[in-house]
Structure formats: structure tokens, C-alpha cells
């Protein structure tokens, strides 16, 4: 079992920023593919960034390239989410996601573990 605890979700203007952490307990951290996933009211769940086992690659939804970046610290079983230039419509539930092997990471369903999310909020 791993178990994942979010935090750093608050309320924003937009163009603020805001971080999001997700720590992990559980199994060895480096061993897992780490992602965050949004899921605003009345909306599927949307993946929003990944990062692999080292840290190396990453990928993101295009509605936030440029804007947001994920990272990881491996000796702190954390994963990050830096949030710059927030839009209103990045308002949502963040949650972070890990699983070992993962063939199609922007598939929600892959995952097996999650968080129990962080609510970020940006006014206009």
C-alpha cells in the first residue's frame, strides 16, 4: 500500500500561484510513476502532469504547459506541482496518483493509488 496526503490548495486570484505537495508513505517512492489529476465540479477527473521514477521526464496537458511544473523529491517522498499564471478555469480538486509501470499515464484507470485531493480555487 502507498498512501498519498495532498496539501497547498487555497484560494488565488488569478495570474497568482500557488504549490501543491504530495507526500507518500508506504512503498519505496522512487519506484513509482507520479501524477496529478483535476477534477472540477460537475467534470471527469483530467490528468494534468506526470513525472517519472527519476524524475527525468515529464509531460503536461496543454492547458497548463508553460504555466505549471511538476517535480520531485525522492530522499522526501514528495512530488510537487508549481501553479504560476492561475486561470479561473484551473479551479478544481487536485489529486496526485502513483503507480509502478504505467502504459497510458493520461488514463485515470492505470492508476493505483490516490490522494484524497486538495481544492484549489481561483477567483477572476
Known amino acids: 500500500q502507498v498512501q498519498l496526503v495532498e496539501s497547498g490548495g487555497g484560494l488565488v486570484q488569478a495570474g497568482g500561484s500557488l504549490r501543491l505537495s504530495c507526500a507518500a508513505s508506504?512503498?519505496?517512492?522512487?519506484?513509482?510513476?507520479m501524477s496529478w489529476f483535476r477534477q472540477a465540479s460537475g467534470k471527469e477527473r483530467e490528468f494534468v502532469a506526470v513525472i517519472s521514477q527519476s524524475g527525468a521526464t515529464t509531460d503536461y496537458v496543454d492547458s497548463v504547459k508553460g504555466r505549471f511544473t511538476i517535480s520531485r523529491d525522492n530522499a522526501k517522498n514528495t512530488v510537487y506541482l508549481q501553479m504560476n499564471s492561475l486561470k479561473p478555469e484551473d479551479t478544481a480538486v487536485y489529486y496526485c496518483a502513483s503507480k509502478t509501470a504505467i502504459r497510458y499515464y493520461r488514463d485515470r484507470a492505470e492508476y493505483e493509488f490516490w490522494g484524497q485531493g486538495t481544492q484549489v480555487t481561483v477567483s477572476s
Open positions: 508506504g512503498r519505496p517512492f522512487s519506484n513509482y510513476v
